[in-house]
């Protein structure tokens, strides 16, 4: 073999070898960042998702601090028991003297939404794990078409969210 052609096959090994590098690296960073996404949504839209045989009713809220909003618990499924005093996270989709849909963490006094609204504002970091991940698939993977789809599906359910709660 010419010298030559050694030196261009081996430049072109190794530029193989750097971009299944970077290929792998990047699905790695992709998958670790949706998953992450799941994860964090998970624990809230479990207790909303699989809410059958979990206690259900209404909070109206009375007080809200800094992190959290204190109400009375009205049951609305069989066995449900009332309460005086439930806690539920304090964020822009609860307001004081408003009355909202919610299932009881089992175990506890603590309470997410529940419906449509519950749903979706669950979901919300999932929704910002796709938009971060669109970047790492377009810039990282070179797959523009599938970037844009994941920044799609994460802004249709941002704006989903945005609109219901």
Same mark, same amino acid.
């Given at each position: 073999?010419?010298?030559?052609?050694?030196?261009?096959?081996?430049?072109?090994?190794?530029?193989?070898?750097?971009? !299944?590098?970077?290929?792998? @690296?990047?699905?790695?960073?992709?998958?670790? /960042?949706?998953?992450?996404?799941? *994860?964090?949504? *998970?624990?809230? @839209?479990?207790?909303?998702?699989?809410?059958?045989?979990?206690?259900?009713?209404?909070?109206? %809220? &009375?007080?809200?601090?800094?992190? %959290?909003?204190?109400?009375?618990?009205?049951?609305?499924?069989?066995?449900? &028991?009332?309460?005086?005093? %439930?806690?539920?996270?304090?964020? $822009? =989709? $609860?307001?004081?003297?408003?009355?909202?849909?919610?299932?009881?963490?089992?175990?506890?006094?603590?309470?997410?939404?529940?419906?449509? =609204?519950?749903?979706?504002?669950?979901? /919300?970091?999932? @929704?910002?794990?796709?938009? !971060?991940?669109? %970047?790492? $698939?377009?810039?990282?993977?070179?797959?523009? &078409?599938?970037? *844009? $789809?994941?920044?799609?599906?994460? /802004?249709?359910?941002?704006?989903?969210?945005?609109?219901?709660?």
């Amino acid at each position: 073999m010419i010298p030559a052609m050694r030196a261009v096959t081996s430049r072109q090994s190794a530029y193989t070898a750097l971009r !299944l590098g970077q290929l792998a @690296a990047m699905g790695v960073v992709t998958g670790l /960042i949706l998953i992450a996404g799941v *994860w964090a949504s *998970w624990g809230t @839209a479990q207790h909303v998702m699989l809410s059958k045989g979990r206690e259900q009713g209404t909070i109206a %809220v &009375r007080s809200c601090s800094e992190d %959290v909003c204190t109400g009375s618990y009205t049951p609305v499924s069989p066995g449900s &028991r009332a309460r005086s005093h %439930v806690v539920i996270d304090q964020s $822009v =989709a $609860v307001e004081k003297g408003r009355t909202y849909t919610v299932t009881v963490k089992p175990g506890s006094d603590e309470v997410v939404r529940s419906g449509p =609204a519950g749903l979706l504002y669950a979901w /919300i970091p999932l @929704a910002g794990a796709l938009l !971060l991940a669109s %970047v790492v $698939v377009a810039g990282g993977l070179r797959l523009t &078409r599938t970037a *844009w $789809v994941m920044a799609g599906t994460g /802004i249709a359910l941002l704006t989903a969210t945005f609109l219901v709660v």
